[in-house]
């Protein structure tokens, strides 16, 4: 095995201040270029084991030869303006071209603009007389990014060695692989932000308030294929899709107390986000996507945010026979009996009908849509204390674990089954316990009866600290601090799941806020010193 990356870089920089005009010209030559080689080989019967592979010539038995390449490279070309005048008026303009070997031959480059205004009001004439305010800044800008999100060689077909059988003997041949997208080009976003930036009081209280609008254009997608058109895997990597993300944010820096010694020190920031996905590769055709190679439980749809939960709605349970039910496209309510045979699936007054698995509909949304924090600073002589909170909500989560731990196949169950439905007339959310059943509970398929609210307020760090108030300079340490500090210490959420920042699908922006069995966030405590020399 073997690798290198290396990058080169030129930066050009020139100053120049004319009275009041000052002028800031950067221009930038980068390239970068990544190489993995790889050569595989399988053998038996080394004769000499400490040889290992410097003898396998003289194995018994080789099993098989591989190798590999992997090579990609960038190059960018970028050119940044910075303008001033009397540190009143801010202007930045800036240029950038990118090429990606990861692109078919017509559409490695793309080009990329930005420009940045900015205004200091608290320089001019008018605001003089606010001596308590430092800083009033109001700002825009727009730029363009490239988003080259895709493996090597994605534009070109690849082929694979295949075997057959030929007059009863094994013969071997190459089928397609991948099928190459010649045309696929850069992913873009465009994204504006208008902004105020506000300091007063010496500085004690700074606020940044920001609005944002980033649309995101020519997404990189698997496209559906028809089956009979022998493509493998069904579909074609191509810039079909479009979406947006828009909101704001708020940053609020402030020192409350500075008193006797005693200084607190705080900072909230909060976010808000609106997704939308405007377009795919048309309006009929939505992205769906499966959890760990199992059942589709996310669905990106035109004309709502990406990642929503895709399940069967439920009315809850039939209080009469115990009996989950389940409510079609249509509004049909049916039920399920678990080893009914016939009349398994029947509507709500005894006919036989269909399942209902293949009915699903969007269940709520996985991406939050607001989030932030909470991060406090405590000092009073030798002692501090800082406390971080963290915060989001707005989504849903699937609760897959609940629904496993429902499961009623030889498994562990939750206590949750102890209230499962017993005799007529009992009203509650536990279908019947039936051995072997693993549909009413949602395991076979989702059902919206497992989707939770995912807001949660989580206390991530919590450190106390000490400076220890001795002076050992004649040995070289200028100051001691000993410490403990706790992560993920509390938490506090109505999701019942085992944590709701955790998705089994890992950072998929396809396939978010779907949980089942995942491994928590772990809480630590680190005891520590600090010796400073």
Do not use: C
């Amino acid at each position: 095995r073997f690798g290198f990356n290396y990058t080169i870089e030129n930066i050009l920089t020139y100053n120049k201040q004319i009275k009041n005009h000052t002028f800031a010209v950067t221009a930038l030559q980068s390239m970068q270029r990544d190489n993995f080689e790889q050569y595989t080989q399988s053998v038996l019967g080394v004769p000499v084991e400490t040889q290992q592979f410097y003898n396998v010539g003289n194995a018994s038995s080789i099993q098989g030869v591989g190798s590999n390449l992997i090579q990609w490279t960038i190059a960018s070309y970028m050119a940044r303006i910075n303008y001033d005048y009397k540190g009143k008026y801010l202007l930045t303009v800036t240029a950038r071209r990118d090429g990606s070997s990861r692109f078919g031959a017509n559409t490695k480059w793309g080009n990329f603009p930005g420009v940045a205004l900015g205004w200091n009001v608290h320089q001019e004439n008018f605001m003089k007389d606010l001596t308590w305010l430092d800083e009033l800044k109001v700002r825009a800008s727009y730029a363009q990014v490239g988003n080259q999100g895709l493996s090597p060689y994605q534009t070109v077909g690849l082929e694979g060695r295949t075997s057959y059988a030929w007059n009863n003997t094994a013969a071997y041949g190459y089928r397609p692989n991948t099928i190459g997208n010649a045309d696929l080009k850069w992913e873009t976003s465009a994204q504006t932000n208008v902004g105020l930036d506000v300091s007063f009081l010496n500085d004690r209280i700074q606020v940044e308030a920001n609005y944002y609008y980033k649309d995101i254009n020519n997404l990189i997608l698997n496209v559906p294929q028809a089956p009979s058109k022998g493509i493998p895997g069904n579909s074609i990597l191509a810039n079909v899709g479009s979406m947006y993300n828009k909101g704001y944010e708020l940053a609020v820096t402030a020192t409350p107390i500075n008193n006797n010694g005693f200084v607190w020190t705080t900072n909230l920031n909060f976010a808000t986000n609106e997704n939308m996905v405007t377009s795919l590769v048309d309006a009929n055709t939505p992205i769906l996507t499966a959890t760990s190679g199992l059942e589709v439980t996310s669905i990106t749809k035109v004309g709502y945010s990406a990642a929503q939960i895709y399940g069967v709605k439920t009315a809850g349970v039939n209080p009469e026979n115990g009996r989950r039910i389940y409510i079609k496209r249509d509004g049909t309510k049916v039920q399920y009996q678990h080893l009914g045979g016939a009349l398994a699936w029947t509507t709500l007054d005894g006919k036989a009908t269909t399942s209902p698995s293949s009915e699903q509909q969007i269940l709520g949304n996985t991406l939050p849509t607001f989030y932030g924090g909470f991060n406090n600073t405590f000092r009073y002589k030798g002692f501090d204390l800082g406390v971080n909170f963290t915060f989001s909500g707005g989504n849903y989560i699937y609760n897959g674990s609940q629904a496993g731990l429902r499961d009623q196949r030889v498994w562990n169950n939750s206590v949750d089954v102890l209230n499962s439905w017993k005799t007529p007339g009992q009203v509650t959310e536990i279908p019947k316990a039936v051995y072997g059943d693993n549909v009413s509970n949602g395991s076979s398929f989702l059902i919206d009866a497992n989707v939770q609210k995912g807001d949660f307020l989580r206390l991530q760090t919590a450190t106390l600290g000490y400076k220890v108030p001795t002076n050992l300079s004649s040995i070289g340490i200028s100051n001691i601090r000993v410490y403990a500090q706790a992560n993920n210490l509390w938490l506090l959420t109505a999701y019942t799941g085992v944590d709701p920042e955790i998705s089994s699908n890992g950072d998929s922006n396809l396939a978010s806020g779907i949980e089942r069995n995942s491994i928590p966030q772990g809480r630590s405590f680190t005891f520590g010193i600090n010796i400073g020399l």
